[in-house]
């Protein structure tokens, strides 16, 4: 850890804040706004679909404006964002905070290469650790971002309006750090010599199985988050239940980013990918078992660090895929990836619980489950092949 890494921990921690709380109260914003119920999570969906559309174009401002000054347009987009949900929610204007929150995708595809930034501030030994411990920042999004959801409620006269006001002083605050943060300058290819395409990136093993372990698992995570506060509202539970739940598994999010890092380098990292496939399947038993508080919490627990390792697996893995000059490149392509899933398990989670329930839900969710370890079991095998 030293002072760089420190803020950047501190940015991602705020970065977090933000996310949590758009996923707790975006669905229910979408549920009293949308003109049918299953567009509810047409905002989260929104979200989601703006990183996905502009993730390789953060990665061409990254290469171009550099690093602090990349994240710093970032972090005004997501200000600029969360003032048009302010106005949109005020006004009962549905498809205004849709509108708002497709533009902040740009910031979450900004924001979601802090993690490679990460790598750059410390020795080459020790990228798995600053990994680790960057998304481990997400421990102060678990607590701050439901508690701001839940304390914002009431704020001002339409509900939730007040947790977009309190949000631009977040981004305010991401932005003070970023600015204290002196970033190595990134490699810029020379005249002729940009590395391999998008495609020949896209075509090695290692990639595939780095792009599968992070899009799928953010999509299961996604699938059930997303939905979580709709269904628990269903079932008879208090809005107080939900923050708690959500606190829950954000923690278990990034919580054991402080010793992931760690663990991938004594046993590998396909074993812990491998145990991140076991935890979403936990999730699902767990959930389908019953609707009670703390079933929903178990679920949401166990989803948490699943997510944790898959995440955090495929984002080592990666670093493998790609040589220096095609690093930019590289990270807008698979998160062009991760997001496009989330759009679409972020629309599929709105339909589903309003339509089908939490039980189709988690049902759902297994096909993304087995995609991935079909993908791990091909890696394991290729290397095997290879040898």
């Known amino acids: 850890m030293n ?4 803020l950047l921990v501190l940015a991602q921690g705020l970065f977090l804040t933000n996310n949590i709380c758009f996923m707790a109260i975006n669905g229910l914003v979408g549920l009293a706004l949308a003109p049918r119920p299953w567009m509810a999570t047409l905002p989260i969906c929104a979200y989601v679909a703006g990183g996905a559309l502009t993730a390789r174009m953060v990665g061409r401002h990254q290469l171009r404006f550099g690093r602090r000054r990349g994240f710093q347009i970032g972090l005004g987009v997501a200000f600029v964002s969360c003032g048009a949900s302010l106005w949109s929610v005020l006004h009962q204007q549905f498809w205004g905070v849709v509108l708002a929150t497709l533009v902040a995708g740009y910031y979450t595809a900004n924001a979601a290469l802090y993690r490679f930034a990460a ?70 290819p020379a005249p002729g010599a940009g590395g391999r395409s998008g495609g020949e990136l896209a075509r090695q093993p290692v990639f595939l199985v780095a792009l599968a372990a992070s899009a799928l698992g953010y999509g299961v995570m996604n699938l059930l988050m997303a939905a979580t506060p709709i269904a628990m509202g269903q079932c008879g539970l208090p809005f107080a239940d939900a923050s708690l739940v959500l606190q829950w598994h ?26 991140g496939v076991a935890l979403n399947l936990g999730c699902v038993a ?34 493998q895929a790609y040589r220096p000059e095609e690093k930019t490149r590289a990270q807008g392509l698979l998160d062009t990836g991760v997001y496009a899933t ?14 089908g329930g939490w039980q189709w839900m988690n049902w759902a969710s297994l096909v993304p489950i087995a995609l991935c370890a079909a993908a791990l079991a091909g890696l394991a095998a290729h290397q095997r092949r290879s040898c």
């Open 286 to 319: 767990f959930a389908l078992s019953g609707q009670e508080l703390h079933h929903f919490l178990g679920a949401l627990l166990l989803l948490g660090i699943g997510w944790n390792f898959l995440y955090i697996g495929g984002t080592t893995l990666f670093t």
């Open 3 to 6: 002072r760089k890494l420190a």
């Open 250 to 275: 954000v923690l278990g999010m990034f919580v054991p980013s402080f010793f992931t890092g760690s663990l991938i380098k004594r046993v590998g990292v396909q074993p812990v990918m491998w145990a």
């Open 119 to 188: 790598t750059e501030l410390v020795a080459p030994d020790k990228r798995e650790t600053a990994i680790s411990w960057v998304l481990g920042g997400g421990c102060l999004g678990a607590i701050l971002g439901p508690w701001l959801a839940g304390a914002s409620k009431d704020l001002l006269a339409a509900p939730f309006a007040g947790a977009y006001l309190l949000l631009m002083g977040v981004a305010l605050a991401g932005l003070v750090l970023i600015s204290l943060i002196d970033f190595p300058a990134l490699v810029q």
């Open 342 to 355: 989330m759009t679409l398990t972020a629309f599929s989670s709105g339909a589903l619980v309003t339509t």
